[in-house]
């Protein structure tokens, strides 16, 4: 699966809204911003469809995956845009990590801890910003923001000095760009 795929998942209180670029994505974010919200938003669609009361738009399938069966069903799965939460215990596996590389499936995975073992580029990291009042009939809106910025460097950049924290591949790496 390539491309670039608009989601949508609202119900009569709530809507987030966002892109999914890459492969992997990773959702980060403090406690009570709207992360565990949305995966079980999209898992009570799943679930239930129509009668969820949850409408989820995209031009893919979107789904989640749970830790009871996550074995059996992933590798049935074409195409999807699978959700994961943080309560999952494969995600730090290196068997999921395999199994999510040769995939052509989009994770979103909702993680406050690093995944050491999936390869996720930084530009793909993102919280969620929420606009509106946290009060039981308003609409809330929820929008992702990046975490690391894209900043352009017009001009090039000489150091004073580089410190690593190896003495092995980080080091070699930037003795050899910055010299000695």
Known sequence: ???????????????????????????????????TTLYTMIALAARRGDSSGVEVRCEKKCRTLEELDWKLVLPTLRDY???????????KTDEFARMARESDNY????????????????????????????????????EFYHIYGNEEISEEVKPDGVLVEDSNSGYDFFRKVCGD
């Open 81 to 91: 845009i699978i959700f994961l939460d943080e309560d999952n215990l494969f995600l």
């Open 107 to 142: 994770f979103v995975i909702i993680t406050r801890e690093d995944l050491v073992n999936l390869p996720y580029s930084v530009e793909e990291i993102y919280g969620i910003h929420s606009s509106g009042k946290y009060h039981d009939m308003k609409r809330e809106y929820n």
């Open 1 to 35: 699966m390539k491309g670039k795929y608009h989601v949508v998942v609202q119900n009569n209180r709530l809507r987030y809204e966002f892109d999914i670029k890459r492969n992997i994505t990773i959702i980060r974010g403090d406690s009570a911003t709207g992360k």
